[in-house]
């Protein structure tokens, strides 16, 4: 049964980034019918998508956030992971990591979830 | 690219059926039969009801079922139940640079 799981720092600073790891278990993230992406959710508010990434590298971004973002692969770990930088105090979120399907854009697998607060 | 817009709440006795709709553009919903809804309880991370528009996935009670006509996608819960209580999601394929739009959200509470 495919698992994802969340980890980082769940206290950041102002103007620093953001970094985050989500680990694939149960399955491989090289498959290739699926994206591998993150989502967010600020406090009492709705779901905002950040970005997705194929095994290849190909990747998508949430124009909003773009010059923001970076995510990555590293298929020998079976990990994705996500930076953001400069962040502000409307960066405080529950950060998730989700299996996208690659033509169909559906979200199947999702990760618990990891709350990130940026505070000084 | 906006996020979808869905009633604030919706609200139905036990037994009853319920629908929320996800209105959008025809750049999204419109031209696309690619809607997915989310069910999220609180503290929880969002599973998975309905994509494409109408198809369940394995394991998702048939009470649940989607729709849509033009710019606007719906979902119905039929037979409501309390653990239907939750907030619910839409989600929308809008075009290669902007693959995910998300609804506003909706809370049903079962009364």
């Known amino acids: 049964q495919l698992q994802l799981q969340e980890s980082g720092p769940g206290l950041v600073k102002p103007s620093e980034t953001l970094s985050l790891t989500c680990s694939v278990s149960?399955?491989?993230?090289?498959?290739?019918?699926?994206?591998w992406g993150w989502i967010r959710q600020p406090p009492g508010k709705g779901l905002e998508w950040i970005g997705s990434?194929?095994?290849?590298?190909?990747?998508y971004y949430n124009p909003s956030l773009r010059s923001r973002v970076t995510i990555s692969v590293d298929t020998s770990k079976n990990q994705f992971s996500l930076k953001l930088s400069s962040v502000t105090a409307a960066d405080t979120a529950v950060y998730y990591c989700?299996?996208?399907?690659?033509?169909?854009?559906?979200?199947?697998?999702w990760g618990k979830g990891t709350k990130v607060t940026v505070s000084s | 690219q906006s996020a979808l817009t869905q009633p604030a709440s919706v609200s139905g006795s036990p037994g009853q059926s319920i629908t929320i709709s996800c209105t959008g553009t025809s750049s999204d919903i419109g031209n696309y039969n690619l809607v997915s809804w989310y069910q999220q309880h609180p503290g929880k991370a969002p599973k998975l009801m309905i994509y494409e528009g109408s198809k369940r996935p394995s394991g998702v009670s048939n009470r649940f079922s989607g729709s849509k006509s033009g710019n606007t996608a719906s979902l119905t819960i039929s037979g409501l139940q309390a653990e239907d209580e939750a907030d619910y999601y839409c989600c929308s394929y809008a075009g290669s640079s902007t693959p995910y739009v998300f609804g506003t959200g909706t809370k049903v509470t079962v009364l």
């Open positions: 149960g399955g491989s993230i090289s498959s290739s019918s699926y994206y």
């Open positions: 989700a299996r996208h399907h690659k033509y169909y854009y559906y979200m199947d697998v």
């Open positions: 990434i194929y095994y290849t590298g190909s990747i």
